[in-house]
């Protein structure tokens, strides 16, 4: 592939080129899995030039066997051709992660896609993190242990890595018991140079016990102390979720709003 594409399409990048990229995407809450997706080099990128991009879609691969979708994370101008083409394109479901301005883009080729919204938590400052207080029964997740806590562990949060071990060696996770097996586990979804995002997941006998706060605490600990800002996604629609984020005082908070794109004929 030549280093300049054509400026009325995207192509695929190699995953050797992808580094170069990582300036051109901000680092922010709400970017981890795009950064994520060109360090660990898991995923699709598309661009209208390796060398000097104006128009980016990196894709954070679903897995159909854990029915979960492709992430598109869509960066540039929304009139540019490019990125029209590619958004025209989309056949197979897909979600697509964008900005208010990249959104009237998607609804005007996918006027059926499904919104989603999540509420984006982080501290404004590691110190803040730092300063959460740490619960006990909570315990680190060996590598060794990482395929017994892979039942707990939804298919949407391996996106950026390929397999739990692969989660446990590159991020954080912790597990909690209850009646002597695991119930619950806390653990990195993706990462940036300045920022972590996690999720908390917990058996649904083990619930209202505790434990999903305890998880969570002990992993805000651990990734502040890293020198990274703790960071969770939660869909409005997770009330239990969006409970643990609020014990944890989080200090900042925003909307994000994706589309799920249907099945389209050729």
Known sequence: ??????ADSLVALPPEQWAALVGFVPDTPWTTGPLHVLARRHGKVFVDSASQPRNLVIVASGDPAAKTLDRAYIFGVPTADALIQYVQGLRGPTEIVCDDEMSDLVRKHHADATPKQSIVHWFDRI????????????????????DTAAPMIPGW???????????????SAFVAEHEGAIAGV????????KHERITVCVAEAARGKGLGTALAKRLVKCVSDAARIPVAIVDRTDAAGLRVAEKLGFDRRALMRSWVTRLRSL
């Open 157 to 171: 949060a391996l996106r950026t890595f390929r397999t739990p071990k692969e989660m446990v060696t590159a991020g």
């Open 186 to 193: 806390s653990h990195t979804v993706d990462l940036s140079s």
């Open 1 to 6: 592939m030549s280093q300049t594409a054509a």
């Open 127 to 146: 110190e803040t993190a730092q300063a959460v207080a740490v619960e006990g029964g909570v315990k680190r997740l060996r590598i060794s242990d990482a």
